[in-house]
Nanobody, 115 residues
Framework: QVQLVESGGGLVQFGGSLRLSCAVSGSTASIYEMGWYRQAPGKQRELVARVTRRGSANYSAPVKGRFTILGDNAKNMVYLQMNSLKPEDTAVYYC?????????WGQGTQVTVSS
């Protein structure tokens, strides 16, 4: 079992930045890849970025060039640095494993970008 706790969200203006943090605990040794997901009101949850234990990262098209995902294996932490934020980035952000997320999601952290 894995426990996931997200933090760092908030209200930010268009063009601003936020850094999200994800604390991972429990059976972490089996995890090879982590992802940041988001869910906007009325929309399905989507993957925005993922990173392997070796540091190889991939991004969805809407965030590529603006977001950076980093993993700290020693601390069991995953971060999402978000720059040049847009109103369409407004969502609840979650971390979880990739490609098969654990059934128990964390509470997420709300990111709201005002125009």
């Amino acid at each position: 079992q894995v426990q996931l706790v997200e933090s760092g969200g908030g209200l930010v203006q268009f063009g601003g930045s936020l850094r999200l943090s994800c604390a991972v605990s429990g059976s972490t040794a089996s995890i090879y890849e982590m992802g940041w997901y988001r869910q906007a009101p009325g929309k399905q949850r989507e993957l925005v970025a993922r990173v392997t234990r070796r540091g190889s990262a991939n991004y969805s098209a809407p965030v590529k060039g603006r977001f950076t995902i980093l993993g700290d294996n020693a601390k069991n932490m995953v971060y999402l640095q978000m720059n040049s934020l847009k109103p369409e980035d407004t969502a609840v952000y979650y971390c979880n494993t990739y490609p098969a997320p654990f059934p128990s999601w964390g509470q997420g952290t709300q990111v709201t970008v005002s125009s």
